[in-house]
């Protein structure tokens, strides 16, 4: 069965330009989680989806970055006016019921910022 | 493919030998624990979890030990492999006030296992 996709799959942004980065979770998953990935490091949490609501956007870094999911399937990460310290591999994650369950990676986003 | 594993403590093995990799965690209220295998230019997959009313579980030649006392987790993996190579990772879901529940988690450094032919 599919997994969760995520595109583009790489991403080269010049400083200061928007970016959309798009997830596909697994069919019929309630919940999608957002994470930072920097190199070396372990996926840090960035927000968090019951269907379409948006119930936890406490490691969202800036308001520069915002997430949405208004149908409760597809989401989108924005990320305006990027920075270098952006750079890094943005992971979405899904699960079939949310608290206390399996979340299941897609293969991430990687973002460069120049 | 670019490695996550950059500085990570690394673990090398032999083929066939078991490996014991180690995690300390953070929050004493957690009460879902996760182990990921990432390998370069993928996402984390699942390997095992274990709730924190367990101390014990065990998979496919995986076992989680989990020691609330002094909140360390453990991952063992039998008759290591070469596909076995990876970045592994624990991970916590502590309580959310905001949910009335984990919903996020909490990973950790990460440690980068190698298997020696």
């Known amino acids: 069965g599919a997994g969760v996709s995520q595109s583009p799959r790489y991403k080269v942004a010049k400083r200061g330009q928007d970016v959309a980065l798009r997830c596909d979770p697994i069919s019929g998953h309630v919940s999608l989680f957002w994470y930072q990935q920097a190199l070396g490091q372990g996926p840090e949490f960035l927000t968090y989806?019951?269907?379409?609501?948006?119930?936890?956007k406490s490691g969202l870094p800036s308001d520069r970055f915002f997430a949405e999911r208004p149908e409760g399937s597809v989401s989108t990460l924005k990320i305006q006016r990027t920075q270098q310290e952006d750079s890094a591999v943005y992971l979405c994650a899904s699960s079939p019921r949310g608290i206390l369950d399996t979340q299941y990676f897609g293969p991430g986003t990687r973002l460069t910022v120049l | 493919g670019e490695s996550v594993g950059l500085h990570l403590p690394t673990l090398s093995v032999q083929e066939g030998d078991n490996s014991i990799i180690n995690c300390a965690y953070s929050?004493?209220?957690?009460?879902?624990f996760i182990w990921y295998k990432q390998e370069s230019g993928k996402g984390p997959q699942f390997i095992i979890d274990?709730?924190?009313?367990?101390d014990k579980r065990q998979g496919q030649r995986v076992t989680v030990l989990l020691n609330k006392t002094v909140k360390h987790l453990s991952l063992q993996i039998a008759a290591t492999q070469p596909g076995d190579s990876a970045v592994y990772f624990c991970?916590?879901?502590?309580?959310?006030?905001?949910?009335?529940?984990?919903?996020?988690?909490?990973f950790g450094t990460g440690t980068q296992l190698k298997v020696e032919l």
């Open positions: 991970a916590e879901n502590p309580p959310s006030i905001l949910t009335g529940g984990g919903n996020k988690l909490t």
């Open positions: 274990i709730r924190s009313n367990m």
């Open positions: 989806f019951q269907n379409e609501a948006q119930l936890d």
């Open positions: 929050n004493s209220a957690s009460d879902y």
